[in-house]
C-alpha cells in the first residue's frame, strides 16, 4: 500500500548567518493532489462556534494565478482546520477570511507553499484528481484520462470498522479491480452511532456538531485514499420513509441545518479525492425538489469543489429535473433490489435508456443495483444482469456493486438496523461472492476498450427478444464507426446484428462468471451478422474490425 501524506503548515524557520539571526519563511514541498492540511487557533472562544462564526475559508492562488475558495471548520475547543488539494505544480498562497474580523487566529492569515510532482505510482495520484467534463459521459483523472467507476457500497464500513476489518476490505476491492468506495459520514438509519458509541451531531432545529465523531471517521477517509481508491461520502442520508427515518438528516434537519452540516462535512474532506454524494436514498422530485436544490447551491455554489451527485431511491431519475443545476456532475440512479419485469423494464426501457441523450452530457452511472443476497433472493447473476443492463443502457461511465451484508457491515451474530430484511451473512463472507467477483471482471473487461467512445447501439439488433420475455433483453455498444461492437445476452439464443457497412469482424465470446474468452462463430450476410450463443450462463459478443 503506498500512503498519502497528510502536511501540516511549518510557517518559520531560523537561520544564523555572520552572527544576525534571521527569521524566514520556510516554503513547505507538497506533493500534487495530495492532502494539505493547515492548522489555526481562534483568539476569541465561542459558546456555538459553527453557528457563530458564519464564515471561515481561505482563497488558495494557484502558479497560474487561479483563485480556488476552500471552506474551513472547527475541530473541537479553538482548534480550526483549512484542508486543500493542490493540483498545480509550483508556488502557491493562500489568505484566509474570517466572518468575526476581530478573530486575529482565523483572519487574514496567509502563507505559501511549493506543490511539486506527486511520486506515487497510484492512479489516483499517477493521473490526478477526478473531475467531470463538460461535454462528457464519463469522468475523468486531471490529466485526461478516463475513470471508469467501479464501486463497493460499503454505507456502514467507515462508522463500524476495526482497523483491521477496514484494511482487508481495502485490500480485496483493490485486488478485485474496483476503484471507489461509497459510504455514510453521519449516523442514520442503519447505524444510529459509530463504533465509538459516537454520534455526528445532535439536534434538529438546531444542532451541535461533535468533532471527536469526525476524527475518528478522518482516518478510514485517509485509508481509502491511500489504497488508491476514491472516496465517495454520502453527506446526508435522506431516506423520507421507514423505521428510523428520524436518523436520515437529509430529510428531517431544516435546510439551513442540512447546509450548516454538509458544509461541514464537505470542508471536513475537501481535502480527499473524493466524489460527493450530496444526499443518500433520497427523493429529490415533488415537493422536495426546491429543498434539494437550495441545498446543493448553497453548499456548492462557490467554493472550489470535486464532482456532485444526488443517490436517489429505488427506481427514480432525476437527469431531467436537475439538468440545468450548475453544481451537479454526474446523473446517479438507483434501480433498486429486483428481478422483477417492472425493474428490469426500468432499466432497459425507462428513463435512463430513452433520455440520457435528451439532458446535457454527465456521467449516467447505477449507483445502487441489485444488492446480492438481498431478501435472500438476489443471486449473482441477478447482479450480473442489472449491472451489464446499467452499463449498456447509456454511453458507459460506471457500475457500483452492493451485498446484503457488506452495507451494513454485518458481522457474525449481529442483524441489519431498522431494515425489513434483518438477517444477513458477513460482510468478510459477502465480498467473496460471486457477484462481488464477477464485477471486477466487469471493470477490468471494459478497460479493455476505449469505452468511453462507446455508445448504446441498439439500432443494430435485428430483433429484441426482450420484448417478449422481459428479462432476455440483449443490450449493444458501439464505436460510432462500428469498428467495436459489444453485446450482452443475458440468455443463449440466435443474435442477429446489422452491418451496415459490411465490415469484417473477429469476434469472441466473453464470459462474465468465468472471466474468459472464447472464439466466437459469425455467419456473415449482406448487411448482417449472425451468431448463436448456447452457453450456460449470460456471455457478451466482441466484435473488433479486421
Not at 407 to 419: A, D, S, T
Given at each position: 500500500?503506498?500512503?498519502?501524506?497528510?502536511?501540516?503548515?511549518?510557517?518559520?524557520?531560523?537561520?544564523?548567518?555572520?552572527?544576525?539571526i534571521l527569521?524566514?519563511?520556510?516554503?513547505?514541498?507538497?506533493?500534487?493532489?495530495d492532502?494539505?492540511?493547515l492548522?489555526?487557533?481562534?483568539?476569541?472562544?465561542?459558546?456555538?462556534?459553527?453557528?457563530?462564526?458564519?464564515?471561515?475559508?481561505a482563497?488558495?492562488?494557484?502558479?497560474t494565478?487561479?483563485?480556488?475558495?476552500?471552506n474551513?471548520f472547527w475541530?473541537g475547543?479553538?482548534?480550526?482546520?483549512?484542508?486543500?488539494?493542490?493540483?498545480?505544480?509550483?508556488?502557491?498562497?493562500?489568505?484566509t477570511?474570517?466572518?468575526?474580523?476581530?478573530?486575529?487566529?482565523?483572519?487574514?492569515k496567509?502563507?505559501?507553499?511549493?506543490?511539486?510532482?506527486?511520486?506515487?505510482?497510484?492512479?489516483l495520484?499517477?493521473?490526478?484528481?477526478?473531475s467531470?467534463?463538460?461535454?462528457?459521459?464519463?469522468?475523468?483523472?486531471?490529466?485526461?484520462?478516463?475513470f471508469?467507476?467501479?464501486?463497493?457500497?460499503?454505507?456502514n464500513?467507515?462508522?463500524?470498522?476495526t482497523?483491521?476489518?477496514?484494511?482487508?476490505?481495502?485490500r480485496?476491492?483493490?485486488?478485485?479491480?474496483?476503484?471507489t468506495?461509497?459510504?455514510?459520514?453521519?449516523?442514520?438509519?442503519g447505524?444510529?452511532?459509530?463504533?465509538q458509541?459516537?454520534?455526528?451531531?445532535?439536534?434538529?432545529?438546531k444542532?451541535?456538531i461533535?468533532?471527536?465523531?469526525f476524527?475518528?471517521?478522518?482516518?478510514?477517509?485517509?485509508?481509502?485514499?491511500?489504497?488508491?481508491?476514491?472516496?465517495?461520502?454520502?453527506?446526508?442520508?435522506?431516506?423520507?420513509?421507514?423505521?428510523?427515518?428520524?436518523?436520515?438528516?437529509?430529510?428531517?434537519?431544516?435546510?439551513?441545518?442540512?447546509?450548516?452540516?454538509?458544509?461541514?462535512?464537505?470542508?471536513?474532506?475537501?481535502?480527499n479525492?473524493?466524489?460527493?454524494?450530496?444526499?443518500?436514498?433520497?427523493?429529490?422530485?415533488?415537493?422536495?425538489?426546491?429543498?434539494w436544490?437550495?441545498?446543493g447551491?448553497?453548499?456548492?455554489?462557490?467554493i472550489?469543489?470535486a464532482?456532485?451527485?444526488?443517490?436517489?431511491?429505488?427506481r427514480?431519475?432525476?437527469g431531467?429535473?436537475?439538468?440545468?443545476?450548475?453544481?451537479?456532475?454526474?446523473v446517479?440512479y438507483?434501480?433498486s433490489?429486483?428481478?422483477?419485469?417492472?425493474?428490469?423494464?426500468?432499466?432497459?426501457k425507462g428513463?435512463?435508456?430513452?433520455?440520457?441523450?435528451?439532458?446535457?452530457?454527465?456521467?449516467?452511472?447505477?449507483?445502487?443495483?441489485?444488492?446480492e443476497?438481498?431478501?435472500?433472493?438476489i443471486?449473482?447473476?441477478?447482479?450480473?444482469?442489472?449491472?451489464?443492463?446499467?452499463?449498456f443502457?447509456?454511453?458507459?461511465?460506471?457500475?457500483?456493486?452492493?451485498?446484503n451484508?457488506v452495507?451494513?457491515?454485518?458481522?457474525?451474530?449481529?442483524?441489519?438496523?431498522?431494515?425489513?430484511q434483518?438477517?444477513?451473512?458477513?460482510?468478510?463472507?459477502?465480498i467473496?461472492?460471486?457477484?462481488s467477483?464477477?464485477?471486477?471482471?466487469?471493470?477490468?473487461?471494459?478497460?479493455?476498450?476505449?469505452?468511453?467512445?462507446?455508445?448504446?447501439?441498439?439500432q443494430?439488433?435485428v430483433?429484441?427478444p426482450g420484448?417478449?420475455?422481459?428479462?432476455e433483453?440483449?443490450?449493444l455498444?458501439?464505436?460510432d464507426d462500428?469498428?467495436?461492437?459489444?453485446?450482452?445476452?443475458?440468455q443463449?439464443?440466435?443474435?442477429?446484428?446489422?452491418?451496415?457497412?459490411?465490415?469484417?469482424?473477429?469476434?469472441?465470446?466473453?464470459?462474465?462468471?468465468?472471466?474468459?474468452y472464447?472464439?466466437?462463430?459469425?455467419?456473415?450476410?449482406?448487411?448482417?451478422i449472425?451468431?448463436?450463443?448456447?452457453?450456460?450462463?449470460?456471455?457478451?459478443?466482441?466484435?473488433?474490425?479486421?
Open positions: 500500500m503506498e500512503s498519502t501524506r497528510l502536511y501540516l503548515p511549518l510557517l518559520t524557520t531560523t537561520v544564523f548567518l555572520f552572527g544576525w527569521v524566514v519563511n520556510a516554503q513547505e514541498d507538497i506533493p500534487q493532489w492532502k494539505y492540511e492548522t489555526f487557533n481562534s483568539t476569541v472562544s465561542y459558546d456555538d462556534p459553527v453557528y457563530q462564526v458564519k464564515d471561515f475559508s482563497v488558495f492562488t494557484s502558479p494565478g487561479r483563485a480556488l475558495r476552500v474551513g475541530d475547543n479553538s482548534t480550526w482546520k483549512i484542508r486543500f488539494a493542490p493540483d498545480e505544480i509550483g508556488t502557491w498562497n493562500y489568505l477570511t474570517c466572518s468575526d474580523t476581530l478573530n486575529q487566529g482565523l483572519h487574514q496567509s502563507g505559501t507553499f511549493n506543490c511539486v510532482k506527486n511520486p506515487s505510482q497510484l492512479a495520484y499517477r493521473h490526478g484528481t477526478i467531470h467534463r463538460p461535454g462528457n459521459y464519463y469522468l475523468t483523472h486531471q490529466d485526461g484520462t478516463p471508469f467507476w467501479a464501486a463497493c457500497t460499503a454505507w464500513g467507515a462508522l463500524k470498522s482497523d483491521r476489518e477496514w484494511h482487508k476490505y481495502l480485496h476491492r483493490v485486488d478485485h479491480n474496483y476503484n468506495i461509497q459510504f455514510v459520514t453521519t449516523q442514520w438509519r447505524a444510529d452511532q459509530n463504533s458509541g459516537q454520534k455526528a451531531y445532535q439536534g434538529s432545529g444542532i451541535t461533535n468533532p471527536e465523531f476524527q475518528h471517521l478522518d482516518k478510514k477517509v485517509d485509508e481509502i485514499n491511500e489504497y488508491g481508491l476514491l472516496a465517495a461520502p454520502v453527506v446526508l442520508w435522506a431516506l423520507p420513509r421507514g423505521e428510523g427515518r428520524e436518523l436520515s438528516p437529509g430529510y428531517h434537519l431544516p435546510v439551513d441545518e442540512a447546509v450548516l452540516l454538509a458544509k461541514y462535512i464537505v470542508a471536513r474532506y475537501g481535502g479525492q473524493v466524489v460527493w454524494l450530496l444526499g443518500g436514498d433520497g427523493q429529490y422530485y415533488g415537493e422536495l425538489e426546491d429543498r436544490k437550495t441545498i447551491r448553497r453548499v456548492f455554489g462557490n472550489h469543489h464532482p456532485v451527485c444526488l443517490h436517489p431511491h429505488g427514480s431519475w432525476i431531467d429535473l436537475y439538468a440545468e443545476e450548475e453544481w451537479m456532475d454526474i446517479c438507483q434501480s433490489h429486483s428481478n422483477s419485469a417492472g425493474t428490469v423494464d426500468w432499466i432497459n428513463p435512463i435508456a430513452s433520455r440520457w441523450d435528451k439532458i446535457p452530457p454527465r456521467p449516467i452511472i447505477n449507483m445502487e443495483p441489485n444488492y443476497e438481498i431478501h435472500f433472493t443471486t449473482a447473476e441477478d447482479v450480473r444482469n442489472a449491472s451489464y443492463w446499467s452499463v443502457a447509456t454511453p458507459p461511465s460506471g457500475i457500483t456493486y452492493g451485498a451484508g452495507w451494513p457491515w454485518i458481522r457474525e451474530g449481529e442483524l441489519i438496523l431498522n431494515h425489513r434483518t438477517e444477513a451473512s458477513t460482510w468478510e463472507k459477502s467473496d461472492f460471486p457477484g467477483i464477477q464485477i471486477g471482471y466487469l471493470a477490468k473487461f471494459m478497460e479493455q476498450f476505449d469505452w468511453w467512445k462507446l455508445k448504446p447501439a441498439q443494430l439488433l430483433h429484441q420484448e417478449e420475455v422481459y428479462n433483453f440483449i443490450s455498444l458501439s464505436y462500428y469498428s467495436t461492437i459489444l453485446a450482452y445476452l443475458p443463449d439464443g440466435q443474435l442477429q446484428i446489422r452491418n451496415p457497412l459490411n465490415l469484417s469482424y473477429q469476434a469472441r465470446w466473453f464470459n462474465p462468471v468465468t472471466n474468459q472464447q472464439q466466437a462463430n459469425l455467419d456473415l450476410k449482406e448487411g448482417f449472425e451468431v448463436v450463443s448456447n452457453f450456460q450462463n449470460d456471455m457478451l459478443l466482441v466484435l473488433i474490425k479486421n
